[in-house]
């Protein structure tokens, strides 16, 4: 059972939001249709939404300082749209728990499929996969999600 | 070539923010469309799924209605008048005309692409967006202007069927 409920009420940020929701939407459609044709979404749509996290990389600082680094990631906006919380640094890995997603509030809206959102959250995860291919000193783990019915999802950035 | 400026609302942080969201989810479906294309998804799979995107929008986000005038209310919001710097230029019983001046989507497409054909294909079929909208309150989408097409601006018209 997922639970993903937003707390934050700024004005600006329930709207992003809702465009974030918007996007879900769009890509919940895009590749619904596709897999129901039969195509293998996760060969073609992890393609192209890792290419997009790559090309993301203009908007990110060229540091191979991780503090530097998360500061950017958690800039204010993202921050309050995925109510972040930087739980800590330790030992050169930093955990960030997202306490929602707007996506997955789109996705839930859509459909009860679970293992389908879970499929597109991986997905739809690349996006960060593809912006740490960009950099040679930092990597990415992915830990509990909230589309796999956990409380956060669990973001780990650590220096190689 | 493609002109895409928005004229006013460029200083507002709010239609920054917004804007740049639009934006990014248009580099989200350039990806996905692009990626789908290749491996086998055609130009009509894309147009099924975005008018079905659109439909969900008609019956879950924008008021039930048979009165274009109230669903004009609830489409053209301040928020999407900044976003896309655009304006209802002609609103009746039967009719809404929305024009915008800027497209944050083509913005998005030309982060990856020149190929304007492309773009223009890319435009038509993520207009099914507002065609599924339409579907959903059983009236009718003309499009005789886009920017992706080279016309400066969009010329949306919603209207009830003849």
């Known amino acids: 059972m997922i639970k993903n409920l937003p707390t934050i009420t700024d004005d600006l940020i329930v709207k992003l939001r809702k465009a974030s929701e918007d996007r879900g939407l769009w890509y919940y459609y895009l590749l619904k249709t596709a897999h129901d044709k039969g195509l293998d979404i996760e060969d073609f749509a992890r393609k192209g939404i890792r290419a997009v996290g790559r090309s993301n990389r203009y908007k990110y600082p060229d540091t191979e300082d991780l503090e530097i680094f998360v500061d950017a990631f958690m800039d204010d906006i993202s921050k309050n749209l995925f109510e972040m919380e930087l739980k800590g640094i330790e030992n050169g890995t930093a955990q960030i728990d997202f306490h929602y997603c707007p996506m997955c509030g789109a996705w839930t809206q859509i459909t009860d499929d679970q293992k389908f959102i879970e499929n597109i959250c991986d997905i739809a995860m690349d996006v960060d996969r593809g912006l740490f291919d960009t950099y040679d000193c930092f990597e990415f783990k992915l830990g509990k999600t909230i589309c796999q019915g956990h409380d956060t999802c669990e973001i780990f950035i650590s220096k190689k | ?162």
């Not at chain 2, 990626?35 to 995107?53: F, N, P, S």
């Not at chain 2, 009746?92 to 998005?108: A, F, K």
């Not at chain 2, 003309?142 to 920017?147: A, C, H, N, S, Y």
């Open chain 2, 1 to 162: 070539m493609i002109k895409n400026e928005a004229r006013n609302y460029n200083d507002d942080y709010e239609a920054q923010q917004l804007r740049a969201a639009s934006v990014n989810r248009g580099k989200w479906v350039y990806g996905v469309v692009r990626a789908g294309l290749d491996a086998g998804m055609t130009w009509d799979d894309v147009r099924k799924a975005i008018r079905a995107a659109g439909a969900w929008k008609g019956y879950h986000c924008f008021p039930r209605t048979t009165s274009i005038k109230v669903f004009a209310e609830g489409f053209a919001t301040d928020t999407l008048v900044k976003v896309n710097d655009g304006a209802v230029t002609k609103l009746t019983d039967d009719e809404l005309v929305w024009e915008v001046n800027y497209c944050p989507l083509v913005e998005g497409w030309l982060h990856y692409t020149e190929d304007e054909a492309f773009i223009a294909n890319l435009c038509d079929a993520c207009m099914e967006i507002d065609r599924g909208t339409m579907d959903s309150y059983g009236w009718e989408l003309e499009l005789p202007k886009t920017i992706a097409d080279g016309d400066g601006k969009c010329v949306i018209c919603m209207k009830k069927k003849g």
